[in-house]
């Protein structure tokens, strides 16, 4: 029996992750305790995706448990051991505006569970790949120091630019300002890549730009594209925080992030790091989202611009894939931003409903 273990089981990647694989035949055991909703309020709860998983797939089994539970993290391992062939990684305290407001927490979840997690797989199942999700927030406000130039709509880099393909995992982590979120994340990525490479796991750290798609709870703290099109549909007013609106992201829908996944479970390789987003085949600008979201809805968004931006937050950030795609030629992206949003309005048009 092979068995694969996801934290963050009831968010946006953790149940990607926990659909694939369980339609593989193999057995999944997700965690999650829904601190998402602890973090942002009720309208975040993953509580709805964990029911449907429940109801719905019959290979997966659910523990409401705390990664930060060192003891109660180890019953699991203990109990499957070597069967885990693969470990996935997508809990977090994923916002740094969120972060400020409770560091300890922040810290804790995101590094400590980390480690807890890393060390449970090398007492149990030293053979399994550990995949973490990591974030784009390693590299601090670095990206904003690029040569950058504002067109009418978004920021932009030039042609010519090293990084106009997109920013590469060449850039240093170090000596920026990564808000505290991005400060734990960056402890949570060097302890996947020291215990590759200290002990000779199997480890991956995909340093992700936005991560999207229909199942995800969006909120104004995290979730920008869901939280987006949630507040057009329902009349919700959005605030888009500094850069005049022309903030540029890339954005990778979950189910490209699952088989990119996949693939590095396949042929895994030791203390692997790993730009993944939607790189120059998806991306956008605020402002470009917010079109499209009218264009979608046939709605009107009310939204303000409000000159102060998050601390940290960057400019313009697109990911280089082509480590990964070098590695992994048979994966691509499959989603580019209009498919993301215009899948993410007809999947939810029950849940969000105009008040």
Excluded at 4 to 10: D, E, K, N, P
Excluded at 40 to 63: C, K, M, P, V
Excluded at 223 to 245: D, N, R, S
Aim: proline letters at 3%.
């Amino acid at each position: 029996m092979s068995v694969v273990l996801i934290t963050g089981s009831a968010g946006l990647i953790g149940s990607e992750a926990v659909r694939f694989f369980s339609k593989l035949g193999m057995e999944v055991v997700g965690i999650d305790n829904d601190m998402r909703k602890l973090f942002f309020g009720e309208e975040a709860s993953t509580d709805w995706n964990r029911q449907r998983l429940l109801t719905e797939i019959s290979n997966y089994h659910h523990y409401d448990i705390d990664i930060r539970d060192y003891l109660k993290l180890k019953d699991i391992f203990k109990r499957f051991k070597k069967d885990l062939s693969l470990v996935i990684h997508t809990a977090a305290q994923p916002s740094h505006d969120w972060a400020a407001s409770d560091p300890f927490t922040d810290f804790s979840v995101n590094a400590n569970g980390t480690l807890n997690l890393l060390q449970a797989t090398r007492e149990y199942c030293q053979e399994a790949t550990f995949i973490f999700t990591s974030t784009n927030k390693v590299y601090g406000d670095l990206p904003n120091y690029l040569p950058l130039v504002e067109l009418e709509k978004r920021w932009e880099i030039a042609s010519s630019h090293r990084y106009y393909p997109g920013i590469s995992e060449d850039m240093s982590i170090d000596q920026s300002k990564h808000s505290l979120f991005g400060a734990s994340k960056v402890a949570a990525d060097i302890l996947v890549q020291e215990y590759g490479r200290y002990f000779g796991m199997k480890t991956v750290s995909f340093r992700g730009g936005c991560l999207t798609g229909p199942n995800h709870s969006g909120t104004q703290l995290h979730g920008f594209l869901a939280y987006l099109m949630k507040c057009t549909m329902t009349g919700i007013p959005y605030t888009v925080f500094g850069y005049k609106g022309k903030q540029v992201r890339d954005n990778i829908h979950s189910s490209d992030l699952i088989s990119a996944f996949y693939e590095s479970y396949k042929n895994p390789g030791i203390a692997e790091v790993y730009n993944i987003g939607g790189g120059r085949e998806s991306n956008c600008s605020m402002l470009e989202a917010i079109e499209l979201c009218q264009e979608i809805t046939g709605k009107e968004l009310y939204y303000s611009l409000s000159e102060a931006n998050r601390s940290g937050d960057h400019i313009w950030y697109i990911s280089d894939l082509s480590k990964f795609k070098a590695k992994y030629p048979n994966w691509s992206i499959t989603y580019d931003v209009p498919r993301i949003l215009y899948e993410i309005y007809e999947q939810n048009t029950e849940r969000w409903v105009a008040k």
